[in-house]
């Protein structure tokens, strides 16, 4: 028979304390490392508005353009969209697209990097969401249908943890 975890057994959740509430994780203790974090994701659409987007011509302006400096953005206010965030400086976000003709998509990576006390999953992760949500805002008016599939972690070096590549 399992026994029910009860909030003062140790959890491998790290965001609640012993009496099973949400705190903001204490990193005064780790050390300053050098720390990176990468994240990618897609957003599917009709190939006419992938068309457009290539061609520059989009009625908004330049799509992918607008969506790097709106993830980068998304990087820099992390802490303010996820509560539990620590407010990180960062000394390096990009942004980078490839256009995927034959499955009609683009497909978002973005690195994060700080030297600190904490990683910058979450910060990769955002960046990555908001630039496809951005390409999303700028192409809605021709392509409602698009999807944004896939965030995830790809990879992440320093801290404790060590280094993680996704398989």
């Known amino acids: 028979m399992n026994t029910p975890k009860t909030p003062s057994d140790s959890s491998p959740l790290t965001h609640f304390d012993a009496?099973?509430?949400?705190?903001?994780?204490?990193?005064?203790?780790?050390?300053?490392t050098h720390r990176v974090a990468v994240a990618e994701g897609r957003i599917h659409m009709e190939p006419?508005?992938?068309?457009?987007?290539?061609?520059?011509?989009?009625?908004?302006g330049d799509v992918l353009g607008i969506a790097r400096i709106a993830g980068i953005q998304g990087?820099?206010?992390?802490?303010?969209?996820?509560?539990?965030?620590?407010p990180i400086a960062l000394t390096?976000?990009?942004?980078?697209?490839?256009?995927?003709?034959?499955?009609?998509?683009?497909?978002c990576?973005?690195?994060?990097?700080?030297?600190?006390?904490?990683?910058?999953?979450?910060?990769?992760?955002?960046?990555?969401?908001?630039?496809?949500?951005?390409?999303?805002d700028m192409c809605k008016a021709v392509d409602r249908g698009m999807t944004v599939n896939g965030v995830r972690l790809v990879e992440k070096r320093g801290g404790k943890s060590g280094h993680f590549v996704a398989g």
């Open 19 to 32: 009496q099973g509430q949400a705190h903001m994780v204490d990193v005064a203790a780790k050390a300053h």
């Open 75 to 86: 990087a820099k206010r992390t802490s303010e969209l996820i509560p539990l965030c620590h």
């Open 109 to 136: 990576r973005a690195t994060a990097e700080c030297t600190g006390q904490t990683g910058v999953e979450m910060e990769a992760l955002t960046a990555t969401s908001v630039a496809l949500l951005t390409i999303y």
């Open 48 to 60: 006419a508005t992938l068309a457009l987007i290539q061609s520059g011509n989009a009625k908004k």
């Open 92 to 107: 390096r976000v990009a942004v980078e697209f490839e256009v995927e003709a034959s499955s009609s998509s683009v497909l």
